[in-house]
């Protein structure tokens, strides 16, 4: 990855600011991942795993990992407030679309169209579910894109939507959720990148 100058976030994160999204943002997982579990017929937990004040961090430690995975990609207001992903490793994706589809606990062998339309499905519901806990706490609707699939490396592809989004490679917040469903072997994460637009309309009505 090429290394680039980071640049002074135009918004400004206290610790208190931290305590409180971290509190909100994995409240909105877990209550989106209800929406699932008994879809799946398991307990789904949910746990924050980070807020970044710098996308790049995130993205130089995908990189690192070299993972292949599945990534539903979501842009919010008409691409002006941001994206919203959910990712998964390849066996979390075969596991979760073979279980939507009907197999029980046979796992798909391959990411054909149908495995595909199914795991969108449930990646419009968790994003959707997600983005919806967020705006009602901040009283602000998040309207969201239907879900784009991707297989892909995850870092290079977040790298990616980084370098094509203009205005996101140095915003204030981003958000990383785990996502696990123990019952089904399955577990992914919500990444949640908002403009600087967004983000200064969730610190002003964060209190």
Request: aromatic residues 6%; proline residues 2%; without cysteine.
């Amino acid at each position: 990855m090429e290394n680039k100058e980071t640049k002074e976030t135009k918004i400004e994160l206290t610790e208190d600011n931290i305590f409180l999204l971290r509190e909100i943002l994995e409240t909105a997982a877990r209550k989106s991942a209800e929406s699932i579990s008994k879809m799946l017929g398991t307990t789904v937990e949910t746990e924050i795993l980070n807020i970044y004040t710098h996308p790049l961090d995130l993205v130089e430690k995908e990189i690192e990992k070299e993972n292949l995975g599945i990534i539903l990609y979501s842009e919010l207001k008409d691409g002006e407030g941001g994206i919203s992903l959910f990712v998964m490793d390849e066996e979390s994706a075969m596991k979760l679309s073979g279980k939507l589809l009907g197999k029980g606990d046979e796992k798909s062998q391959e990411l054909g169209e149908d495995e595909r339309s199914a795991l969108r499905e449930v990646g419009n519901i968790l994003l959707g579910n997600f983005l919806a806990e967020v705006g009602d706490y901040f009283d602000l609707p998040i309207l969201h894109t239907p879900p784009e699939l991707k297989h892909d490396m995850i870092g290079i592809y977040l790298e990616s939507l980084l370098s094509y989004s203009e205005g996101l490679e140095n915003n204030a917040i981003i958000s990383e959720v785990k996502l696990v469903a123990e019952g089904v072997g399955v577990k992914g994460r919500y990444i949640l990148i908002p403009s600087d637009t967004l983000t200064e309309d969730f610190m002003d009505n964060l209190f």
